[in-house]
């Protein structure tokens, strides 16, 4: 079981970008997916989660400019993100709780990482 995350870039301060990260492998289920990200001299820290039946959660830093989706037939999770401003800088790493068809149990997976640099 891998994730694989593409979609990050460079983008000017008010600009959009789309993360998506997909799920592939031996896979039974897949829980939660969200997105997390980790800025240079920084902690990683959540930006947003969303259930296998849709529920969401956000960090309070990026209410109301980032949205969190997920098509469950690809096993794939998306992050829009708008109104983008420098302190949005960071790494993101999608993260997703998956129950393997071989490792029958739940187990966090994590994908490689993808650079969102916002000049401004």
């Known amino acids: 079981v891998q994730l694989q995350a593409s979609g990050g870039g460079l983008v000017q301060a008010g600009g959009s970008l789309t993360l998506s990260c997909a799920a592939s492998?031996?896979?039974?289920?897949?829980?939660?997916m969200g997105w997390y990200r980790q800025a240079p001299g920084k902690q990683r820290e959540l930006v947003a989660v969303i259930t296998s039946g849709g529920r969401t959660n956000y960090a309070d830093s990026v209410k109301g400019r980032f949205t969190i989706s997920r098509d469950n037939a690809k096993n794939t999770v998306y992050l829009q993100m708008n109104s983008l401003s420098p302190e949005d800088t960071a790494v993101y790493y999608c993260?997703?709780?998956?129950?393997?068809?071989?490792?029958?149990?739940?187990?966090?997976?994590w994908g490689q990482g993808t650079l969102v640099t916002v000049s401004s």
């Open positions: 993260n997703a709780e998956i129950i393997g068809v071989v490792v029958f149990a739940p187990k966090a997976y």
């Open positions: 492998g031996s896979i039974f289920r897949v829980n939660a």
